[in-house]
């Protein structure tokens, strides 16, 4: 093999490394952006996601409040038709309107 030759070889050698290195490169840059894509996606998402649990928690106080409010009417209904019950059975037995509890 002559000294020509050998700088040929190794010339080819260096151009196959260098396209190997670029292709390298290339491939970093490409997964590179991939998951620069995907952390923007998953950084959309958290705060699409943040905003949904608030109003989920706003609706669910809402709720909440909505159903306090209905249990305190039928408390006040309860009572009243107990206390309208005690009076009828106070007459029924008495015969007296005046019913001692109210």
Do not use: C
Request: charged share 25%; glycine share 6%; hydrophobic share 40%.
């Amino acid at each position: 093999m002559t000294l020509k030759d050998r700088v040929e070889n190794l010339e080819a050698l260096h151009t196959v490394q260098k396209r190997g290195l670029a292709n390298t490169q290339l491939w970093l840059v490409f997964v590179s952006f991939i998951m620069f894509l995907l952390i923007v996606g998953m950084i959309a998402g958290y705060g699409k996601q943040q905003a949904q649990i608030k109003d989920l928690q706003t609706e669910l106080e809402r709720v909440t409040d909505e159903q306090k409010h209905v249990n305190q009417r039928q408390d006040v209904m309860i009572n009243k038709f107990n206390q309208m019950y005690y009076e009828y059975q106070h007459k029924k037995i008495t015969g007296k309107d005046n019913f001692p509890g109210g």
